[in-house]
């Protein structure tokens, strides 16, 4: 826990926000939050994030996990740019200017009753992010792929 920015009933601030640069193509965009805080599985301890109104769990992934009586909150899993809706959104890319989703969490909230003590030695909590081109592709084959991403990063212990 040295060094971490995670404590015991504490919030912190982050913004995991994916970006495409001027030029690019409309894209279809995923994250993946791998979360490891804790030596213990227990829900009820597991810091956790809520989702921005942009982005929302992608169904069906074996990955996602849900904080407990949180609403729309989560402790790791599989997500996409929906652009407020269920389904993944186009991020449209631009001639002149770069494009960007808007954050997917503002913050991490470590809940009431965790200890110091059920940190791991070196608490962290990585964001990826996958990005597949839209042009010739539907957004069905988009989260084909971005499943398939997320599956091989979770079995390779990311």
Not at 20 to 42: A, P, R, W
Not at 92 to 121: C, I, N, Y
Not at 126 to 140: I, K, P, R
């Amino acid at each position: 826990m040295d060094g971490s920015k995670l404590y015991p009933s504490g919030t912190i601030d982050k913004n995991p926000n994916v970006g495409i640069g001027k030029e690019s193509e409309d894209s279809y965009v995923f994250l993946y939050v791998d979360s490891n805080t804790l030596n213990t599985d227990d829900a009820a301890y597991m810091p956790y994030f809520t989702l921005n109104s942009n982005w929302a769990a992608v169904s069906g992934s074996s990955a996602q996990s849900t904080a407990q009586g949180v609403s729309n909150a989560y402790v790791s899993g599989l997500f996409m740019y929906s652009g407020n809706g269920m389904d993944p959104s186009i991020l449209a890319g631009s001639d002149t200017t770069d494009s960007w989703t808007g954050e997917a969490f503002s913050t991490v909230t470590v809940p009431a009753g965790t200890t110091a003590e059920m940190f791991a030695e070196t608490p962290n909590i990585t964001v990826y992010s996958y990005v597949y081109a839209a042009e010739g592709a539907t957004s069905a084959d988009a989260l084909a792929a971005a499943k398939a991403w997320a599956q091989d990063l979770a079995s390779n212990g990311n």
